[in-house]
């Protein structure tokens, strides 16, 4: 269970908090045990907001971020991560080349 919270602001995402991981890989496991319906309503609901986590976030430098605002970060990246899939391909079993429960990176 992801005890994250999010700054005061933006708890009508905290039925998406389970999104606010800190690794790729994390994320990428998160994404692929998903549904296509549990994306796009994070996607609807993350870019109904994206301005305003935008300009809140841009308010401390990425290097001294405070812990309590790295969730929202996090669910941020989620939401990066997620866009093609919910913009372009529109499904989740479409893959051009290796699947990407393969992929390792190197954070």
Known sequence: MNSAVLPDEFNALMPFIAWALPTERERTIKRLASSMDELNGFYAAAMARL???????DREPLEQMSDKNKPLMHLMLSLVEIS??????KRLDKFDGMHPSRFVSSE
């Open 84 to 89: 093609n899939i919910v913009e372009l391909y």
């Open 51 to 57: 301005e305003a986590i935008v300009a809140f976030l």
